[in-house]
């Protein structure tokens, strides 16, 4: 609700001002928000989004969706092949001995598809045509490309790209304990040996297991 509410205010309403510090502000909270979603469909992969399981799948489609065309069954099946294997060659998240960029670009390829790109460049062109083009690069396509990044350096390359080093069975690090870091930096998913050691905790109550 906050991404819907904000989106559309700040693509109709707000005058963008490169001297603003405003503008980079609002940059921010909306990459912050679009995690939002993506962290929302992940909790829904797992259950934990609602008890009414026929919700919980709607609920994990429409943020995926949201979330740059994302197709929920596919980032759902990739997802627990990386709870299974993690830190394997199965896992479509691992990409073991790759340079942080490179793994990056492995990252996007594995979950970016020619149909996402296809329907988004789609509606920048029809957002274009209705709200000031700046509008709508700033807060609605720059801060989708910045959460991608925010998504994989906290959740992916930072608990795993030392997998091999780490003797638990989860191969995962985990941030020292700082609720207020760990919540603005991944909704508390850099505590990410606490998820893979119960995947059931909804991301709210994740801190909890620390």
């Known amino acids: 609700s906050l991404w819907v509410g904000l989106s559309f205010w700040l693509l109709r309403y707000y005058n963008v001002d490169a001297r603003n510090p405003l503008t980079y502000v609002f940059i921010l909270i909306q990459m912050h928000l679009y ?5 929302t469909a992940h909790d829904a992969m797992h259950g934990t989004v609602s008890r009414n399981p026929g919700l919980n799948k709607s609920i994990g489609t429409f943020a995926a969706l949201l979330f740059a065309f994302n197709y929920y069954p596919s980032l759902r099946k990739k997802h627990f092949l990386h709870h299974d294997h993690v830190a394997t060659e199965h896992d479509p998240d691992f990409a073991e001995g790759k340079s942080l960029p490179a793994w990056y670009l492995s990252f996007l390829n594995n979950y970016i598809s020619f149909g996402q790109i296809l329907l988004m460049a789609v509606l920048f062109n029809i957002l274009i045509a209705i709200f000031p083009r700046w509008n709508v690069i700033l807060f609605w396509m720059l801060p989708a490309m910045l959460s991608t990044f925010q998504l994989f350096y906290f959740g992916t390359w ?3 790209h030392r997998s091999s080093d780490s003797q638990n069975v989860h191969h995962s690090s ?12 991944c909704y508390f998913f850099g505590y990410h040996y606490e998820h893979h050691d119960a995947p059931h905790i909804p991301w709210w109550m994740l801190w909890k297991t620390k």
Request: charged share 10%; glycine share 4%; no cysteine.
């Open 35 to 39: 995690t939002g979603l993506f962290i």
């Open 174 to 185: 985990t941030l020292k304990k700082n609720h207020l870091t760990a919540f603005l930096s």
């Open 158 to 160: 930072v608990p795993h």
